[in-house]
Structure formats: structure tokens, C-alpha cells
């Protein structure tokens, strides 16, 4: 079966993380996705594995160590040396640290049916013209990468997680290396050929990667510590830092230190549309409200993503910026609104870029309106939008499963880009402008629903309100408050969103209710109450939608997440 996969997105709120000196600490003298698809002629002839874009990254993390007097010290992005002579010295050597980054990022590619993480650390580096009287620094650009399966990222974040205790996982590196003053337009090409070479001529790569993982909660503050050890590929070199009884040790006198938010959106990219920056301000614009929307998204709370993103789409240039609607159609995705998922990626697609570097997210937005026919039982519409995107350059493994799948009878006439209407009440009508409208029950409630669909959750609001005047008896009810819920969860009314959320409750008592509609009220009020703080509640509700059979792998995840 199809997997609802997505997610490939690109994001406009990119950080990251990066490497001083990365790896070790050389001497002082001279050291020995970026576009992939637009290198489509150097790729069709080498036939080269494609790296993804960033998938996530982190930008900032604090470098805590202890120096030989005692005292711990702190510097962002950098590790010092443990000597006080080497940072109280001025050479621009020592001012890197032992360790330093720029940036960290996490990207992926599939070799052989075989998806693989790709861990790239940029760092600053240099040498010295006259490297024995350490004068005339020269800075250099450095880039070290490690690939290794996807599926090991998993391990670094154990499910049952303890606070305050270290982890280390081996990452069994199948491919490893550095660039110096590496080329910003070309450096996945060289990865992707090493990648191709390693994997095909079946060598063992000279060096291996731990990552040391320490979640902490220290002063109301939920933190990772972490390190990213580089050793030699051989067991009598890495083996001791796996050992139980030295994992304290690896983070006795050093480590990076960031928000567990942070470190965990970084691991658990799932192939998904970060790179995301948590966003925890108040918004006040709508790049705020993107910036917020995304980033919740990213961390798994979709009602608030989808009233965030609607906000935005009400200003310039989000009005017209083809990821906002490509983002809300994922979050109403995951929240099981295939119908509304439709609409904001026909809105998305309607909304082609004219810059070229978000032409593969464009692409996918074709691919997820597909998924989102598929989950409306139009199998015709999505293996139309399947070999659309294919047809206009979209590689993607799911996108070549699904077709194989789902379309080998399908016949493709060639690209279409003909949108999906599903309402004929246009999104500007009022009670005013639709004459007949206020009467007819069912109108008002189709008018509500379909307004509801477009993110107009405060005139949606109104017409469940009327519809509840017209007909308060109606069979419907449940209908009606389970909808008008979802419109005050959106617009972060969560005590109106509980109380609705509490009548459509009532009432599945007395009416015939099929259990997808309880897992999503059920699910809905937790979130309500999880945005309260209400947390054990919100977990409780949480349960009884497990128990409805609740069973998307977002929410599944975030449940797990929230009530350990």
C-alpha cells in the first residue's frame, strides 16, 4: 500500500550547524543540494546517485568546555582548547578552536534502492603562509561529509528516552570525506560520485562517525548535548566510546549544546520539508506568521501550521508564494483533510515559480495533490499528477512506486494542468451576495464546510452558526460542532474549540458515529488541550483516539512524543 508520504518540500528558513577545524586539529600549515537537477547533463552521463536539497539543518549550538584550571567555558559554534594559554593567544590558529562550524546539514540520496543520510559540516580552516612563525593567516572554506543509512538515524533518539542519561550510536559509515575551498555549485556532484564509487566497488571508508546524544532538563529548559566524533574506521578505534561504562566520559570536558526541539527536528527529518527553524516569538507580520506556520509544521502541530499559514496567505507576497499553500495542503494532510489538502496544493501548483531554485518543491506539490486524488478515490486524477511530475522532471522514489502501483493501465495523454474545483460558492460570498443562502440548512452547512476547507475559519464560524439557528434538532449536530471545533482549534480558541469539541462528544452518544469521526474529535481535543498545557488530558484524549484507531504515522509520532 501507498505510503501518504508528503513531505518533500523545500523551505525558505534555512539554518544549520557547522564544523571549526572539522575533522581533528590539523597543524598550522596548508591543509591537504544547489540545484542537483539543474546538473542534469553532467548526472545523465555518469549516471550519479541525486542528493537531495537540505533537509534539515541547525545553524547555532554552544560549545561548552572545561579548561585545565577548572572552569567551563562557552563559545557559540566553537569548541576551545582546554588550554588557557592556546585562547588567551592571539593567532588566529587558536581562535578557531579545536573545533568549529558554520553550518550542519542533513540531506539524502537513493543508490540502488537504498536510501542513504548524507551529513555534510562546513567549517572554517586556513594555514599560515609561514607556518613556523605562524604569520600571514590565510582562511579557507571546509566542508567534511559522512554517509551512512537512513535507518541508523533512528537509533540516535531512542523511543524510550531518558533524560539526563548519554547515548552513542555508531553510524557505520559507508562513505566519508573533506573538501577544502570545495566548489558551492559542484560539491554534491563530487559527494555523489564518491557516493557511486564506494557503494559499486564495495571499499570500506577511512573514517567513521559517532554521535554522542545527551538529552538534559536543566532550569525549566529541555536541551541536547551532543558530539560528533570522527575516528578511524576500525573496531579498536571506535569500539571503546560504545562501551556502557565510558559514555559519561565523552562528554566530560566537551560538547555542543542546543534547544532538544533543535537537535530532535534535525535528526528526525523523515526525508521531510525542513530544513524548519523553530519559530517561538509572538508573530506580528506575516513573515512571522510563515515563519511560525512552517515551523510548526515541522514540529507536528498542524492546526496551528494551517491557521498560521492562512494568516500569511492574507498579506503579500505570501498571497501569491506557491509554499504557503504547498505547506497547509501537507498540514491538512496530515490532519486527515484530503479535500482541503486538494485545494491548497491546486492553489500551489496554479502558483508556478519563476525562480528556478524552488522548482523541484513545485514539482512535488503536482506529486502531493496526486496523493491527495488518491485519498479521495480519484485514482485517475493522481495518475495524471503522478506522471506530470514525473514527465516534468520529478525524481522521487515514492512517485515511481506509486505509478508502478497504481497507474499501469493508466494512459497518460501527456501534462495537464487543469485545477480541481469542489465548491461553486465562490470564496468572497456572503449571507448578503447569495440571495436564498440564510434559509437553506444544507447550504449554510455546505457553505461552512467549504469555508472551512479555504482556511476562512471566522466566517466558516458564522455559518455553523446559523446553520445551528436554522435546524437545532438536525441529525447533523455532531457534524456541525466537530466542525465549528476544528474552526476555533485554527484560530487558537481552544477552550471554544474543547467545548465544541465536548457537545459533538455528547451527542455520538444518541447518534450512529463510525470511529474515524471520534478518533479526529478525540484527537482534535487533545491538541486543545495540549496548546492549554493541559497536557495529561490532552493525553488522555490523545488514548481514546489510539483506541478509535487513530493510526497516522504524524500524529501517532507526536502522541508518543507528548505523553511518554
Not at 4 to 17: R, Y
Not at 271 to 283: A, F, M
Request: net charge positive.
Amino acid at each position: 500500500m501507498m505510503r501518504p508520504v508528503i513531505l518533500s518540500l523545500l523551505s525558505l528558513l534555512i539554518t544549520g550547524l557547522l564544523w571549526g577545524q572539522y575533522p581533528g586539529n590539523p597543524a598550522p600549515s596548508v591543509p591537504l543540494m544547489s540545484q542537483p537537477q539543474f546538473q542534469s547533463v553532467e548526472r545523465s552521463v555518469n549516471n550519479l546517485p541525486i542528493i537531495s536539497e537540505p533537509r534539515s539543518s541547525i545553524e547555532k549550538a554552544m560549545g561548552w568546555t572545561l579548561l585545565d584550571d577548572g572552569k567551563w567555558v562557552s563559545e557559540e559554534n566553537r569548541l576551545l582548547y582546554s588550554k588557557s594559554d592556546y585562547n588567551r593567544s592571539g593567532k588566529t590558529y587558536y581562535k578557531l578552536g579545536r573545533e568549529n562550524f558554520e553550518l550542519l546539514e542533513m540531506r539524502d540520496v537513493t543508490y540502488e534502492n537504498e536510501q542513504y543520510a548524507v551529513l555534510i559540516i562546513k567549517f572554517k580552516t586556513g594555514y599560515y603562509e609561514f607556518p613556523i612563525l605562524m604569520e600571514s593567516w590565510h582562511y579557507q572554506k571546509g566542508l567534511s561529509y559522512f554517509v551512512f543509512k537512513a535507518s541508523k538515524l533512528a537509533e540516535i533518539l531512542p523511543e524510550k528516552m531518558e533524560f539526563n542519561k548519554p547515548y552513542i550510536t555508531n553510524m557505520e559509515v559507508v562513505c566519508s570525506g573533506t573538501m577544502i575551498n570545495y566548489n558551492k555549485n559542484t560539491f554534491t556532484s563530487n559527494i555523489a560520485y564518491d557516493i557511486q564509487k564506494t557503494l559499486t566497488d564495495k571499499t570500506i571508508a577511512s573514517h567513521n562517525l559517532l554521535i554522542g546524544f545527551w538529552p538534559v532538563q536543566s532550569g525549566g529548559q529541555t536541551l541536547v548535548r551532543f558530539r560528533l566524533i570522527q575516528v578511524m574506521n576500525k573496531k579498536k578505534f571506535y569500539t571503546p566510546y560504545l562501551e556502557l561504562k565510558n559514555r559519561d566520559k565523552i562528554f566530560r570536558s566537551t560538547y555542543y549544546e542546543t534547544e532538544y526541539n533543535t537537535f530532535q527536528s534535525f535528526i528526525r527529518f523523515s526525508g521531510g520539508p525542513v530544513p524548519i527553524q523553530q519559530y517561538t516569538g509572538i508573530p506580528q507580520t506575516a513573515d512571522d506568521y510563515y515563519r511560525r506556520g512552517v515551523s510548526n509544521y515541522g514540529t507536528g502541530n498542524y492546526a496551528q501550521s494551517v491557521f498560521d499559514l492562512t494568516e500569511a496567505a492574507k498579506y503579500p507576497p505570501y498571497t501569491d508564494f506557491f509554499l504557503t499553500y504547498a505547506y497547509r495542503g501537507n498540514a491538512r494532510h496530515k490532519m486527515g483533510d484530503a479535500t482541503g489538502a486538494m485545494q491548497d496544493f491546486d492553489h500551489a501548483v496554479m502558483l508556478k515559480p519563476s525562480d528556478q531554485s524552488y522548482y523541484t518543491s513545485w514539482l512535488t506539490a503536482i506529486y502531493n495533490r496526486g496523493v491527495a486524488r488518491y485519498y479521495l478515490k480519484d485514482l485517475n486524477g493522481a495518475c495524471q499528477d503522478w506522471n506530470t511530475a514525473l514527465q516534468f522532471g520529478y525524481k522521487d522514489v515514492e512517485n515511481e512506486k506509486a505509478l508502478k502501483e497504481y497507474c499501469r493501465n493508466y494512459n497518460y495523454r501527456g501534462p495537464s494542468m487543469n485545477f480541481t474545483t469542489v465548491s461553486s460558492v465562490p470564496a468572497t460570498s456572503s449571507y448578503n451576495s447569495a440571495p436564498g443562502i440564510q434559509d437553506d440548512y444544507y447550504k449554510v452547512y455546505w457553505d461552512g464546510v467549504w469555508k472551512y476547507e479555504n482556511g476562512n475559519y471566522t466566517e466558516a464560524i458564522r455559518s455553523f452558526n446559523r446553520a445551528l439557528e436554522l435546524k437545532p434538532q438536525s441529525s447533523g449536530l455532531m457534524g456541525i460542532y466537530s466542525y465549528r471545533g476544528n474552526c476555533k482549534l485554527k484560530l487558537a480558541d481552544y477552550n471554544g474549540a474543547i467545548l465544541d469539541f465536548d457537545y459533538a462528544l455528547g451527542l455520538s452518544t444518541t447518534q450512529v458515529t463510525d470511529n474515524n469521526t471520534l478518533k479526529s474529535i478525540y484527537y482534535n481535543r487533545g491538541l486543545a488541550n495540549f496548546f492549554l498545557g493541559n497536557t495529561a488530558i490532552s493525553c488522555s484524549d490523545f488514548q481514546k483516539s489510539l483506541n478509535a484507531g487513530m493510526n497516522d504515522p504524524q500524529s501517532v509520532g507526536f502522541i508518543r512524543q507528548v505523553c511518554k
